[in-house]
Antibody, heavy 116, light 112 residues
Framework: EVQVVESGGGLVQPGGSLRLSCAASGFSFSSTWMTWVRQPPGKGLEWVGNIKEDGSEKFYVDSVKGRFTISRDNAKNSLNLQMNSLRAEDTAVYYC?????????WGRGTLVTVSS | DVVMTQSPLSLPVTLGQPASISCRSSQSLVHSDGNTYLHWFQQRPGQSPRRLLYKVSNRDSGVPDRFSGSGSGTDFTLKISRVEAEDVGIYYCMQGTHWPLTFGQGTKLDIK
């Protein structure tokens, strides 16, 4: 089955760190850009960042630059989002998606809550 | 950053009637490669977003032909020819031409 499945969400204190993962299956992961998009509770969608097929290029929204890092392991068909120095405003459902000039195959998301 | 502005933000529609959502960008979405990377997404209640249309007017697999997209430059429209109950949800436009990628605020469609 063609799908992406996120994991790793949870409750973390402000200033803390969390690592999200996304397992891809059913398609050629190593040939595809990937993206992270987030959605704060009850709010709209916000693009977080993208990573090129081979990991050589990465793009981020300004609000996470220097704090979040996207990486991938093509041998394991896995995408990761390392989130450091977390803030309350990072609270959101984080979606992983296959990217072809837009997010085209979305996972179900994983909830990250930043709160003391 | 390119600002995407949708209207209306709330759209009550009678079943079987048409619906239209506007999306305007603060800059032209024509890429240097000649393509216009304006896409539409649907998010049904309690579900993940799903892409409906890509590059203005191309329907994704499985999307009913009652959904159509049009527009150019900075002005785009999503149309539903006859609204069905399963169309309830929030619709987002998104531009993929300029970094950072940006979404519209969303338009909530519900049934009158």
């Amino acid at each position: 089955e063609v799908q992406v499945v996120e994991s790793g969400g949870g409750l973390v204190q402000p200033g803390g760190s969390l690592r999200l993962s996304c397992a891809a299956s059913g398609f050629s992961f190593s040939s595809t850009w990937m993206t992270w998009v987030r959605q704060p509770p009850g709010k709209g969608l916000e693009w977080v960042g993208n990573i090129k097929e081979d990991g050589s290029e990465k793009f981020y929204v300004d609000s996470v630059k220097g704090r979040f890092t996207i990486s991938r392991d093509n041998a394991k068909n896995s995408l990761n989002l390392q989130m450091n120095s977390l803030r309350a405003e990072d609270t959101a459902v984080y979606y992983c998606a296959r990217y072809a000039r837009s997010p085209e195959l979305w996972g179900r998301g994983t909830l990250v809550t930043v709160s003391s | 950053d390119v600002v995407m502005t949708q209207s209306p933000l709330s759209l009550p529609v009678t079943l079987g009637q048409p619906a239209s959502i506007s999306c305007r960008s603060s800059q032209s979405l024509v890429h240097s490669d000649g393509n216009t990377y304006l896409h539409w997404f649907q998010q049904r209640p309690g579900q993940s977003p799903r892409r409906l249309l890509y590059k203005v007017s191309n329907r994704d697999s499985g999307v009913p032909d009652r959904f159509s997209g049009s527009g150019s430059g900075t002005d785009f429209t999503l149309k539903i020819s006859r609204v069905e109950a399963e169309d309830v949800g929030i619709y987002y436009c998104m531009q993929g031409t300029h970094w950072p990628l940006t979404f519209g605020q969303g338009t909530k469609l519900d049934i009158k």
